[in-house]
């Protein structure tokens, strides 16, 4: 009897349309959103985080979209992307959401990350930590990966996070998303013996043994979408080769 | 009118809940205000959010008297996450605080170990499944989100996960109560199991 690892499907959201970056970037229209969210529901993934990347230019939420992903699901669902506001978060709760995460908002007025975790509770309030490994070592990024946050250092800015609240880290590499080459352990790897809080890790993702190396460095689930579209793995086929190697969570009919 | 009334007090995925009974075809009606409760046979009060908070809205809204009307009149009840936790006496979240005490004893902070604290994700649990639905098996798993946990001080027949060496208990059934801490309404096919009893309990 145990708790099981996590295997998080991430869906990203733009124009209409659920896209794949490479690098954050060269987004690619791979579906649309009823349907993406309705194969992983009838695959009973164990949670699913999708990223609103409308909001990247400061459009507002487009509410049929989010009502769209929640009619759709039946997993746990976490949101990110555009929440300024303690009542835009908390309305994401009465919508549908189980958790929503935070990134921007730290750098402009981490107050709100404080205080939506006052009302909605540390266990729904989630922080995306977008890094990028250049020059020797990881930094920092906000609004999508666009903006570098020089004076913020990682380790620090993950306490900050534990400080205000935050309930649950996505540690993500920007420098690996959509290459499916491995997660960052080198870098990355020692964040859930630093943290207090779970921690997934999100970017690079290639498979089984990757999968196997996060649960093994203490990670409380992994994430991923590449290898869905581009290699012909589905949570299924993940979780039978898992099995035995990694406390999952067996679909049950 | 359906005869499943979920408690609306302004807090809680209440979306998540009413879209579960659907799925399975059991009809419900979300209730806003405190003298429609004695119109349904069936009450569930979901919750997200804080203790002092909630107990706040539950008050100030006039529920708590009807809640414990209906409980005291044998009727099916669901707590749900923060829904069970008020059915104790007291919690210690932020300050302490009193709840509806219709359960014996009081809620406190997870213990910290090797597991994070919030204990987020998927469960197997220990304990007799038979009193809390005929279709359970040890295959099944349930979905926790939560910083905080009840500790009963009587016995109730309960469920329990071993979280950091402490036994926490994750389902209580106490006659007409059902109360879970992990969410049924997100644990898909093994919460759908709980939601049919519920919906079918006499």
């Known amino acids: 009897m145990s708790k099981k690892f996590r295997i998080i499907p991430t869906v990203q959201f733009k ?3 659920v896209v794949k970056s490479i690098n954050y970037q060269n987004h690619r229209i791979v579906g649309d959103i009823a349907s993406t969210i309705r194969v992983y529901s009838r695959r009973q993934a164990d949670e699913l985080v999708f990223y609103n990347l409308d909001t990247l230019d400061g459009s507002q939420i487009n509410w049929a979209t989010i009502s769209s992903c929640v009619q759709n699901s039946n997993m746990p669902l ?10 835009v978060a908390n309305t994401l709760i009465g919508s549908g959401f189980d958790k929503i995460s935070f990134n921007t908002v730290l750098f402009e007025d981490p107050n709100i990350i404080y ?3 006052k009302l909605i509770g540390s266990s729904s309030t989630v922080a995306t930590v977008d890094l990028h490994f250049m020059e020797g070592r990881l930094c920092m990024f906000s609004n999508g990966g666009q903006r570098y946050q020089k004076e913020f250092k990682p380790m620090e800015t993950i306490k900050l996070l534990e400080e205000l609240g935050v309930g649950e880290l996505v540690i993500n590499c920007i420098d690996r998303d959509g290459l499916m080459n491995g997660y960052d352990f080198e870098n990355i790897g020692t964040i859930p013996s630093i943290a207090k809080i779970p921690v997934l890790l999100s970017g690079g993702c290639s498979g089984v043994e990757c999968i196997q190396e ?13 290898i869905f579209l581009w290699q012909g793995d589905s949570i299924p086929s993940l979780k039978d080769a898992l099995f035995e190697k990694v406390p999952i969570r067996r679909v049950v009919q | 009118m359906s005869n499943i009334g979920i408690i609306d007090c302004g807090m809680g995925n209440l979306t998540s809940v009413r879209s579960a009974f659907d799925r399975i075809r059991y009809e419900c009606d979300l209730i806003e205000d405190a003298r429609d409760i004695s119109d349904y046979k069936r009450l569930v ?3 997200v959010g804080a203790f002092p908070s909630m107990m706040e809205n539950l008050y100030r ?7 414990i009307k209906h409980i005291n009149s044998a009727k099916p009840f669901m707590g749900i996450c923060l829904g069970m936790q008020v059915l104790f006496e007291s919690s210690n979240e932020f300050k302490e605080t009193q709840g509806l005490g219709v359960l014996k004893g009081e809620v406190q902070c997870l213990p910290h170990g090797a597991n994070p604290v919030p204990n987020v994700g998927w469960w197997d649990l220990q304990g007799d499944y038979a009193s809390f639905s005929p279709e359970l098996s040890d295959a099944d798993t349930f979905y926790f989100v939560h910083s905080y946990y009840c500790i009963p001080s009587k016995n109730y027949d309960t469920l329990s996960i071993d979280f950091n060496g402490t036994p926490v208990v994750a389902a209580i059934h106490e006659n007409n109560i059902f109360a879970y801490q992990f969410h049924p309404e997100k644990s898909q096919v093994s919460g759908q199991k709980l939601l049919r009893s519920f919906a079918e309990a006499t």
């Open chain 2, 61 to 67: 809204k006039g529920f708590s008297t009807e809640i």
């Open chain 2, 45 to 47: 009060l979901p919750g």
């Open chain 1, 15 to 17: 124009n209409g349309s």
């Open chain 1, 115 to 117: 205080q939506t975790s």
């Open chain 1, 214 to 226: 996060a649960y093994e460095h203490g990670f409380d689930g992994a994430m991923m979408s590449s």
């Open chain 1, 78 to 87: 976490t949101y990110g992307g555009g929440i300024r506001s303690v009542d």
